[in-house]
């Protein structure tokens, strides 16, 4: 079993539009997190979750909002896409905020054109 | 000051040599520390943990500096599914940082 699923694996979509991506995780942890990997392949955390509770928030566009319906989901809708968002998305969780290891989604590759 | 630094390489090294790698951190108050290996368009995954003791694990050793902040891994006798990237993590105030990755090439 997929231990954190996130969906689609691809988008590719044009500037100005609206999109989503979706995280579940089955491993009971009780943080989440979504992290950007751009280009230049830096790995960059946007927002945390733990409980359902947003713990970060880095400085991220607010066109970004994040939603945890409970603490196996985080979910990333993206408003208002522009071509800077073009890169990878990652979901991970953690059993614990900051100490734990991070297990990742197979990521979202989002191409805006 | 970057808060997680890596030579980014790439290091080519052939068949059943030893590298190593280090990297650097800023934050004194990290306490947890990790290797993790990003293959091509793959997601990134855990390597090993870092102790302060040092630890082993087959062929790769990773150590832990904390008075010069910095963490190293050894990869002995190199194979070629080794080829990747290294991202060293140190854990933040609220989550992990990760480096921006040492690409290592190992060729036959």
């Known amino acids: 079993d997929t231990a954190v699923s996130q969906t689609p694996k691809y988008l590719v979509t044009q500037m100005g539009n609206d999109k989503s991506i979706k995280c579940e995780q089955n491993l009971g942890h009780d943080t989440m997190y979504w992290y950007k990997q751009d280009s230049k392949k830096f790995l960059k955390i946007m927002f945390s979750y733990n409980n359902k509770e947003l713990i970060i928030n880095e400085t991220v566009p607010n066109r970004f909002s994040p939603k945890s319906p409970d603490k196996a989901h985080l979910n990333l809708h993206i408003n208002s896409l522009e071509l800077g968002d073009s890169a990878v998305y990652f979901c991970?969780?953690?059993?614990?905020?900051?100490?734990?290891?991070?297990?990742f989604g197979n990521g979202t590759r989002l191409t805006v054109t | 000051r970057k808060e997680v630094e890596q030579d980014p390489g790439p290091f080519n090294v052939p068949e059943g040599a030893t590298v190593a790698f280090n990297c650097t951190y800023s934050?004194?108050?990290?306490?947890?520390f990790f290797w993790y290996r990003q293959d091509c368009r793959k997601e990134p995954k855990l390597l090993m943990s870092?102790?302060?003791s040092g630890n082993e694990d087959g062929r790769f050793t990773a150590q832990l500096n904390r008075a010069s902040q910095y963490i190293s891994l050894l990869i002995r006798d190199s194979k070629l599914s080794d080829s990747a990237t290294y991202l060293c993590v140190a854990s933040g105030y609220s989550t992990l940082t990760f480096g921006k990755g040492t690409m290592l090439l190992v060729s036959p």
């Open positions: 934050n004194s108050a990290s306490q947890s």
């Open positions: 991970a969780s953690s059993q614990e905020v900051s100490n734990s290891p991070l297990h």
């Open positions: 870092v102790y302060s």
